[in-house]
């Protein structure tokens, strides 16, 4: 049988696209990570091996979920992707447009080997990709309905590359969403481009089968005056990691951005952030919160990073923690890594169970205790999902319910 690698490689060579061989010359002299790589270190790899999985799959058809067709009612245009391929397109925006091109430069003005020298897991899913998804808005566009982006995942493994470009002066609102893969390898790069004062707003969910791997990088370049708010929601997958980076590149430029997740099961959610301020005067604002429960855990590593003249600066991470099992275990790690001076930083994290005195207040007011229990839990979800949008709100505030429920407290 042809292993996973030796198709892949057949792949590359077969293909006529030159940058898909660099980044895989990239990958093969970078190899797997393993936990000795500092960044690696809490990751489960000792079980994990491209071996079980296989290549290119064929998209296939599928209908929506019912559960993501709120979502769908309200957006002015849905576009699907099934095993990384852009397949479908419904509806259409003033002033957007979708496209899928071949394997290219990052929008930071570097090759993607040169960009992501050091991953192998985004080199692969840019090698392996079928395409990348562009989705493109004009200057001057205030597009009036949500964009819903949904990825479905049935093939072993799906590599996926989606660029995101706003226009000067525009707003965009965009709604992604993973589901399906079960025993599947999923490994989405994402780059988003924000001219100077436009504005993203952006929330993906990943909610793939409990059994795949996920592994996630996005990068966003704010331009002068530019707003990015980027919600990142993570409930499925075995082994669940977003890298969200944020690089800013004028002044003004803003940044707020929510990971949350849930833990289950032997589930590992990981999460890494690195706000780069390159220039002065802009805007960081970081807030990761999740729960784990029964054998599950987490990790989050940020960095702040403001380099020599990026003067009045302004930088914040929290990380908040809620252990729902004593078997859960969670690791925080906030950074700061300041070269300049009149700047305003700061970072703060918390790990523990749910408050005995909030508990005892609902109790004493005859509330049984598995549901104050639930009801603590769910306030503690709600600061993240009361700025998604309703429709990603409302189904994170079911998919909460549904887990609790099933595990416990």
């Not at 949350?260 to 990761?288: A, C, E, I, P, Y």
Request: one cysteine or more; charged letters at 20%; aromatic letters at 6%.
């Amino acid at each position: 049988m042809t292993t996973f690698l030796e198709a892949t490689t057949d792949f590359v060579t077969l293909s006529p696209d030159d940058s898909r061989r660099e980044l895989w010359r990239a990958f093969e002299t970078v190899g797997l990570p393993t936990t000795s790589d500092e960044v690696w270190r809490y990751a489960p790899l000792s079980s994990f091996s491209l071996e079980p999985y296989r290549v290119n799959s064929e998209p296939t058809s599928r209908d929506i979920p019912v559960e993501l067709r709120p979502a769908v009612a309200v957006a002015g245009m849905v576009i699907r992707t099934h095993n990384g391929q852009l397949t479908d397109v419904t509806g259409a925006l003033t002033g957007v447009s979708v496209t899928s091109t071949a394997a290219g430069e990052s929008r930071g003005g570097q090759s993607f080997a040169a960009r992501y020298h050091d991953d192998a897991f985004a080199l692969m899913s840019g090698a392996l990709a079928p395409h990348t998804l562009d989705i493109d808005v004009t200057n001057q566009v205030d597009v009036d309905r949500p964009i819903v982006i949904i990825h479905d995942v049935v093939s072993s493994s799906t590599f996926l590359n989606l660029r995101v470009s706003v226009g000067g002066g525009s707003r965009v609102n965009i709604m992604e969403f993973y589901v399906g893969g079960a025993d599947a390898l999923v490994v989405p790069l994402s780059e988003f481009f924000v001219a100077a004062n436009g504005e993203l707003r952006i929330s993906t969910f990943q909610r793939l089968a409990n059994s795949a791997w996920h592994v996630a990088r996005t990068t966003s370049f704010l331009e002068r005056d530019a707003r990015v708010h980027q919600a990142i929601v993570g409930l499925g997958a075995r082994y669940n990691r977003a890298r969200n980076d944020a690089e800013f590149l004028g002044a003004g430029a803003s940044n707020v951005l929510h990971t949350t997740f849930l833990g289950s099961g032997d589930q590992v959610h990981d999460f890494r952030t690195h706000q780069n301020h390159r220039v002065g005067r802009t805007n960081s604002t970081l807030l990761s919160k999740g729960a784990v429960a029964e054998r599950s855990r987490s990790v989050y590593t940020g960095l702040i990073e403001i380099e020599n003249g990026a003067r009045r600066t302004d930088a914040r991470q929290t990380n908040v923690n809620l252990l729902l099992s004593p078997d859960a275990h969670a690791d925080t790690v906030p950074n700061l890594d300041i070269r300049e001076n009149d700047v305003v930083c700061a970072h703060a994290s918390s790990v523990g169970p749910l408050d005995e005195l909030q508990i005892w207040y609902l109790e004493s007011r005859g509330v049984p205790p598995e549901d104050a229990q639930r009801l603590l839990v769910q306030g503690f979800f709600n600061e993240m999902t009361v700025s998604l949008p309703q429709a990603v709100a409302d189904l994170v505030a079911s998919d909460v319910r549904d887990v609790i429920a099933k595990v416990g407290v």
